[in-house]
């Protein structure tokens, strides 16, 4: 409910009606539905034209977590089938010091610590050869993707583990990179009519503006993501931790992970000094040369055309860099943080990065950011309103089960009159479609126990004013993230190295590659890279309060 300490001048509930209702009370004939074109969620595509997703897995006794002293070697093979997850495999070792107990495939985990069982490959009984096939569960399936299961071969000798290898994708063709789906142009926007072609029938009413305010309650890293992972055709990024356990000698790998024991998490104080002398590469990046990092290769993107350039070439605000196919079949939009961050698994569906820090923000209450939205005559067509962006003073209001409450007030962060931190845009509501035009914008962003500033320009913004089932609009920023003020942050959330599982040396020599906004003059070098967020919003009375100014709410 609205603080009653709030003088509240001008007050808009909207109601979610009827269609008949909403026709009536718009004084509007208009049959609908027409579907909204905002970037929210696009079907994640299976691919099955690409045929099976190929796996392999190098058997040696130097992938075992503790000494081995073995000549034994042996490769699998394995097709995953896209329709039934159907999951075959053919397994050859020799030269094993013993007879074999069994041949698995185990999991979830990296290189360098062990995990139970998830697959037996030897029903029957081990065996120098063998074949055989099981139906993966979803959860199976994303610790495959996520390059956290590997073979282990099991011996009278060495009960725990002779012969290991990590399993990897084999990587797409360029024949299949190149066969990889987009969609169809983007058609131009219908205007809506009723069945028989006529433009809707406006009654000649007055209407007075409104203003719509919302509370901001997710923001994420907007990752186009396929069922089978295949815009990362080399199969997940490589993190940190197991960079650190292949650099080390046989004799530290036993010492420094006691043979396994030390989980990735326990032992990421030790993992990124990993420098020439010892040096923290996190807060050092260019003092070691990691493997080059597996990127996004995909066409799909959510995102914005924020240089006005379909064909990738530089202009004076951005650095010649690949477009990607919005997922509306938009051509020339620019999200290079997609594909820098695309191939972790931490900013992956179902990666721990936006959501942890999500649910920091909901229960610490710090960085909340409002929306407010002014001048809006008709909630579906808008050609004139206002956007602002805010930073609120209050916490969220949640309810006994940790949900965010519609309907409260969010005191906007003044200082001297004016909104301490934010910034107004112009925009439009097309179709229930709130599109804003460029701005830059600075916010404070809390997240996973650190503080940067969100610093976007050209900064743009989609939002569905229809709420979803879950009573949220749902929407997609875009802009220009400036560079310093992103790595500022990644350095802040190098104690989450091993849960998000990224390499920070190979993340700022890509990044910095890939950077593609505003130039430097003296350089040439891009200062900011292009990204996209998907966001949501819960109705809120947004409130402006200071003590040269009578009191207004939003809604």
């Known amino acids: 409910m609205p603080n009653p300490a709030h003088r509240l001048v001008t007050?808009?509930?909207?109601?979610?009606?009827?269609?008949?209702?909403?026709?009536?009370m718009l004084g509007v004939l208009v049959l609908y539905p027409v579907c909204a074109s905002a970037?929210?969620?696009?079907?994640?595509?299976?691919?099955?034209?690409?045929?099976?997703?190929?796996?392999?897995?190098?058997?040696?006794?130097?992938?075992?977590?503790?000494?081995?002293?073995?000549?034994?070697?042996?490769?699998?093979?394995?097709?995953?089938?896209?329709?039934?997850?159907?999951?075959?495999?053919?397994?050859?070792?020799?030269?094993?010091?013993?007879?074999?107990?069994?041949?698995?495939?185990?999991?979830?985990?990296?290189?360098?610590?062990?995990?139970?069982?998830?697959?037996?490959?030897?029903?029957?009984?081990?065996?120098?050869?063998?074949?055989?096939?099981?139906?993966?569960?979803?959860?199976?399936?994303?610790?495959?993707?996520?390059?956290?299961?590997?073979?282990?071969?099991?011996t009278t000798r060495y009960p725990a583990g002779e012969l290991r290898g990590q399993i990897q994708r084999v990587p797409l063709t360029a024949e299949q990179i190149a066969a990889l789906p987009e969609p169809p142009p983007l058609r131009a926007a219908a205007v809506e009519t009723s069945p028989a072609g006529v433009r809707p029938t406006?009654?000649?009413?007055?209407?007075?503006?409104?203003?719509?305010?919302?509370?901001?309650?997710?923001?994420?890293?907007?990752i186009y993501e396929s069922r089978f992972m295949d815009e990362c055709p080399e199969g997940p990024a490589i993190g940190n931790d197991e960079l650190w356990w292949r650099g080390l000698s046989r004799a530290d790998k036993d010492k420094l992970t006691d043979k396994g024991l030390v989980q990735p998490v326990d032992r990421r104080f030790v993992s990124v000094f990993r420098g020439p002398t010892g040096e923290d590469v996190c807060w050092n990046p260019t003092l070691v040369k990691?493997?080059?990092?597996?990127?996004?290769?995909a066409k799909v993107a959510y995102g914005f055309d924020l240089d006005g350039r379909s064909d990738g070439r530089a202009t004076p605000k951005s650095c010649a860099h690949s477009n990607f196919v919005g997922v509306r079949g938009e051509r020339g939009v620019d999200n290079q943080m997609y594909r820098l961050l695309g191939c972790y698994y931490g900013w992956r569906r179902n990666g721990v990065l936006d959501t942890f820090g999500n649910e920091e923000r909901r229960n610490s209450g710090r960085g909340v950011i409002l929306l407010e939205i002014k001048g809006v005559t008709d909630e579906r067509n808008s050609p004139n309103v206002e956007v602002g962006f805010y930073r609120a003073t209050d916490p969220y209001q949640i309810d006994s089960a940790g949900r965010i409450l519609p309907w409260a007030s969010y005191r906007v962060d003044m200082q001297a009159g004016k909104p301490r931190y934010g910034a107004v845009a112009r925009g439009r509501i097309e179709n229930g479609v709130l599109k804003t035009e460029p701005l830059s914008l600075k916010l404070p962003f809390y997240g996973n126990a650190a503080y940067a500033e969100l610093d976007l320009k050209d900064m743009r913004l989609e939002l569905d004013l229809k709420p979803a089932k879950d009573g949220k609009v749902h929407g997609l920023v875009g802009g220009y993230y400036d560079f310093d003020k992103w790595w500022e942050y990644m350095?802040?959330?190098?104690?989450?190295?091993?849960?998000?599982?990224?390499?920070?040396?190979?993340?700022?020599q890509a990044a910095r590659e890939l950077a593609d906004g505003y130039p430097d003059p003296r350089t040439g070098e891009c200062t900011a890279i292009s990204s996209a967020f998907r966001m949501d919003a819960l109705p809120a009375f947004v409130v402006h309060d200071s003590a040269d100014a009578p009191v207004r709410a939003s809604r």
């Open 11 to 24: 007050v808009y509930a909207a109601t979610i009606m009827s269609s008949a209702a909403a026709v009536l």
């Open 39 to 154: 970037q929210i969620v696009a079907p994640a595509p299976a691919n099955l034209h690409l045929g099976p997703v190929r796996f392999y897995a190098e058997l040696s006794a130097g992938e075992q977590t503790a000494t081995v002293a073995s000549a034994g070697q042996g490769r699998a093979e394995f097709a995953l089938d896209r329709q039934t997850l159907s999951f075959s495999w053919r397994v050859n070792v020799d030269k094993l010091t013993s007879r074999a107990l069994g041949i698995s495939v185990n999991g979830p985990q990296r290189p360098g610590t062990n995990a139970g069982v998830q697959i037996d490959l030897a029903p029957r009984g081990a065996a120098s050869r063998l074949q055989g096939s099981a139906v993966l569960t979803e959860a199976q399936l994303d610790y495959l993707l996520a390059g956290r299961m590997y073979v282990n071969v099991r």
């Open 202 to 222: 406006v009654v000649a009413t007055a209407r007075k503006a409104r203003t719509l305010g919302y509370v901001i309650a997710n923001w994420d890293n907007a």
């Open 290 to 297: 990691d493997p080059p990092l597996r990127t996004v290769k």
């Open 491 to 508: 350095l802040k959330l190098e104690f989450l190295i091993a849960t998000g599982d990224w390499s920070c040396p190979a993340l700022y």
